[in-house]
C-alpha cells in the first residue's frame, strides 16, 4: 500500500457513520421537482459535463430554464446495462402537501426538454411512486458505490419504478433517495432493506430511522416531525402537517397536526464540529443540526 493510500481519508459517508450523525432535518429542498432521462456517463455536473451524452450549451440552458423557474433538476437513467438507442423521458413532480402530483412524458431529443411545460401539464398523470437514488459518482465516490447497490434491490422488485439520479445533496449520507412525488428524501438505504422502505411507501407510510424529511418542507419542520414521530410511533406519511412555525429568541417552535389535537415540538439550533460533507470537501466546515427541547400540548 502506497503512502497515499494510508493518508486518504476514509469516505465521507463511512466518517458520517462512525460519527453517528443525524439524518432528520437534512433533506434538500424542492417544492416542485423535474428529472431529466440522460442515459449515459456523467460528469460532475450531469448537465454541463457530460459531453458524450449532452452538449454543454444545451445542458446549461436547460438547467437554466427549469431552475428560473423555481424546480429542482436531476437527470436519471436506468439502472444496469444502457440501451444502444437513448431515451429522453421526464418526470415533472409538484411536492407540496396535499397538492402532490407527478406528470411523465417522452420526447424525441434532448432539444425537445425545452419545450415541455413547466407544470408538466403536456405529459400524462401517473400515480407513482417515482424511486431515484443517487448513483452519481463522479459527484461522489459514496453515491456510486452505495447508490448503485441500493438501485439494484429496488429495481428488482419494482424495476418500472427505479431510477438512478445525479446529484441530490447530503453526500455523507450515501445511499441517498428520493420519492416522488411527496419528495421523501431519504438516507443510508443501503443499510436496510430499501425496497422494504418502496413497499411502505405503498401502504402510505414511512420508515423514521432513514427519513431525512420531504423536501418541501423547512429543515425545522422536517426535524419537528421526527421527534413528533419518535415520541408518538406515528409512522403515516399524510400525517403530522405543518400548521405553524414561529422563532422565539434561539429556539425555533413548531405546531403539529395531531389525530389527539395539535402538538407543538420547541426546537434549537446547534452547529457541528467542522467536518467533511462530501468526499471532494478540502476544508471542513461546520452544519446545522436541531435539537429536542420540549414536546406537548400547544
Known amino acids: 500500500m502506497s503512502a497515499n493510500d494510508v493518508s486518504k481519508p476514509p469516505p465521507c459517508s463511512d466518517q458520517s457513520r462512525a460519527r453517528n ?30 459531453p458524450a451524452v449532452l452538449d454543454p450549451a444545451l445542458g446549461r440552458a436547460i438547467a437554466r430554464r427549469f431552475e428560473t423557474a423555481g424546480l429542482r433538476i436531476a437527470a436519471i437513467r436506468r439502472p444496469g446495462r444502457r440501451s444502444a438507442t437513448p431515451r429522453w423521458r421526464w418526470f415533472i413532480a409538484q411536492s407540496e402537501e396535499g397538492s402532490e402530483a407527478l406528470h411523465h412524458g417522452e ?20 400515480d407513482g411512486p417515482l424511486v431515484a437514488v443517487c448513483a452519481h459518482g463522479k459527484h461522489d465516490q459514496c453515491c456510486a458505490v452505495r447508490g448503485r447497490a441500493a438501485t439494484k434491490a429496488i429495481a428488482e422488485r419494482y424495476p418500472e419504478a427505479t431510477w438512478e439520479c445525479s446529484h441530490l445533496g447530503g453526500d455523507r449520507f450515501a445511499a441517498t433517495m428520493l420519492v416522488l412525488p411527496e419528495g421523501l428524501c431519504y438516507g443510508r438505504v443501503d443499510a436496510t432493506d430499501a425496497a422494504g422502505l418502496i413497499g411502505l411507501y405503498l401502504d402510505g407510510r414511512l420508515d423514521d430511522a432513514f427519513l431525512r424529511g420531504r423536501t418541501s418542507l423547512p429543515h425545522a419542520v422536517q426535524a419537528a416531525q421526527h421527534f413528533a414521530r419518535e415520541r408518538s410511533g406515528e409512522d403515516r406519511i399524510a400525517a403530522l402537517s405543518p400548521l405553524a412555525v414561529r422563532h422565539v429568541d434561539h429556539d425555533v417552535h413548531v405546531t403539529l397536526a395531531a389525530d389527539g389535537g395539535p402538538v407543538e415540538v420547541v426546537l434549537t439550533e446547534q452547529v457541528t464540529e467542522p467536518l467533511r460533507s462530501t468526499c471532494h470537501s478540502s476544508i471542513p466546515g461546520p452544519v446545522r443540526t436541531f435539537a429536542l427541547v420540549s414536546i406537548g400540548s400547544p
Open 107 to 126: 420526447v424525441d431529443g434532448p432539444q425537445d426538454y425545452l419545450d415541455v411545460a413547466i407544470d408538466g401539464s403536456d405529459g400524462r398523470p401517473v
Open 21 to 50: 450523525d443525524p439524518l432528520y432535518g437534512t433533506a434538500s429542498a424542492g417544492r416542485s421537482w423535474v428529472l431529466l432521462e440522460l442515459a449515459g456517463p456523467w460528469g460532475r455536473s450531469a448537465f454541463l459535463n457530460s
